[in-house]
């Protein structure tokens, strides 16, 4: 049996249904599966950014479940060629060891080196007198 659970890995299903019975659909294919659900999110009525299947407004749901990868592509062949599921999404959750280990560790920065900006060369110019720059100025009027 630990065998069994330790093969079986964390999964999000999100969905759009046309109808609120449809969301039973779903979860009916996930127990189909092998899968047990962990949590469920409430069911909402959205409307749609497009249309979906010709379908403006969708309910949407979503999940946690524990499957196994085999039976995960099964369920996602599965809910292709359901009608009442406009579109779907399957994620796999990072274990829970994983997520540990990685708390565990601790994150180390490399110290900031602040860097001071370069001086700009000195730019000359040449300055002019009051007659030169109205020669230089009829020279540009002519």
Same mark, same amino acid.
């Given at each position: 049996? @630990?065998?069994?659970? /330790?093969?079986?890995?964390?999964?999000?299903?999100?969905?759009?249904?046309?109808?609120?019975?449809?969301? !039973?659909?779903?979860?009916?294919?996930?127990?189909?599966?092998?899968?047990?659900?962990?949590?469920?999110?409430?069911?909402?009525? $959205?409307?749609?950014?497009? *249309?979906?299947?010709? #379908?403006? #407004? /969708?309910?949407?749901?979503? &999940?946690? %479940?524990?499957?196994?990868? /085999?039976? %995960?592509?099964? &369920?996602? !062949?599965? +809910?292709? @060629?359901?009608?009442?599921?406009?579109?779907? +999404?399957? $994620?796999?959750? *990072?274990?829970?060891?994983?997520?540990? %280990?990685?708390?565990?560790?601790?994150?180390?920065? =490399?110290?900031?080196?602040?860097?001071? *900006?370069? =001086?700009? *060369?000195?730019? !000359? @110019? %040449?300055?002019?007198?009051?007659? /030169? +720059?109205?020669?230089? $100025?009829? #020279? $540009?009027?002519?």
């Amino acid at each position: 049996m @630990t065998e069994e659970l /330790a093969d079986k890995r964390d999964y999000e299903l999100s969905f759009l249904v046309q109808r609120e019975e449809a969301a !039973r659909e779903v979860q009916r294919l996930l127990a189909q599966h092998g899968g047990e659900m962990a949590s469920e999110g409430q069911l909402r009525k $959205i409307q749609l950014a497009y *249309p979906v299947k010709k #379908e403006t #407004e /969708a309910y949407f749901g979503f &999940l946690s %479940a524990r499957l196994h990868p /085999a039976s %995960a592509k099964l &369920l996602e !062949r599965d +809910l292709e @060629t359901s009608a009442a599921v406009l579109r779907f +999404l399957i $994620i796999r959750l *990072p274990s829970s060891r994983a997520v540990s %280990a990685s708390l565990q560790r601790p994150r180390v920065r =490399p110290p900031f080196v602040r860097r001071e *900006p370069s =001086p700009e *060369p000195q730019r !000359r @110019t %040449a300055s002019l007198s009051n007659e /030169a +720059l109205e020669k230089k $100025i009829e #020279e $540009i009027l002519q």
